[in-house]
């Protein structure tokens, strides 16, 4: 499989871009700095630079064309303001969405947030992101033309990935390590039958395989 993954230098990203190299998919990350390259290509990617808060929708299509899956992980991160969360956290994913949509690819995933809510109130930057992520996850709730699973991690951790979670509808809330966030995903791009489905992640009891089953046949 080809998957194009968004925020190509995250650090879940590089974690999923490992695993599906790993397992002999092609992964192709997209960065915004030309720097970033090699640690991309030491994990198994390949770089492509492209700036979502510069790009167009046909621009990021031509990227996106002759993929399997798409990715969006991209994130303005804990150190940006206001403005980037809206760039970043909610337009990018929604140009994202739009041009796997031009582009024909219907199986999309998007590493969302827990609490991410259109209608969150308050007006510290957090506040903002989790708006900036609930009207993305709605809006591409809202493409037909796309096979999406929206996955809602818990507090993201650094701690080395155990492979088990809660992988649920709602989970409540709770740590879980970017190492078991990047293996969930890289089951999810397999597992199309959990497309529609919006999911909270946890750390839990279940291997990674089993959860992701379980939700799939729900």
Do not use: C
Not at 28 to 42: S, Y
Not at 62 to 81: C, K, Q, Y
Not at 115 to 140: M, S, T
């Amino acid at each position: 499989m080809r998957i194009v993954i968004a925020g190509g230098h995250g650090q879940i990203a590089l974690r999923l871009e490992r695993l599906l190299a790993a397992r002999g998919d092609e992964a192709v990350g997209l960065i915004r700095k030309p720097e970033q390259a090699d640690d991309l290509r030491q994990a198994g990617a390949e770089p492509v630079v492209l700036d979502l808060e510069a790009a167009s929708a046909e621009e990021v299509a031509e990227r996106l064309r002759g993929a399997d899956a798409a990715v969006f992980a991209a994130g303005a991160g804990p150190g940006s303001g206001v403005g980037r969360k809206e760039t970043v956290d909610k337009a990018a994913a929604i140009l994202f969405a739009d041009a796997a949509v031009r582009a024909g690819v219907r199986r999309f995933l998007v590493v969302s947030s827990m609490g991410a809510d259109p209608a969150h109130e308050g007006d510290e930057v957090f506040d903002v992101y989790l708006r900036a992520k609930g009207e993305a996850d709605a809006y591409v709730r809202g493409l037909d033309a796309l096979d999406w699973t929206i996955l809602r991690p818990g507090q993201l951790t650094d701690d080395a990935g155990t492979g088990l979670v809660r992988l649920e509808a709602h989970t409540g809330r709770g740590p879980v390590p970017r190492d078991d966030v990047a293996a969930v995903l890289a089951e999810l791009v397999d597992t199309p039958a959990t497309a529609g489905l919006t999911l909270e992640l946890i750390a839990g009891s279940t291997p990674v395989s089993v959860a992701v089953k379980s939700v799939a046949g729900n």
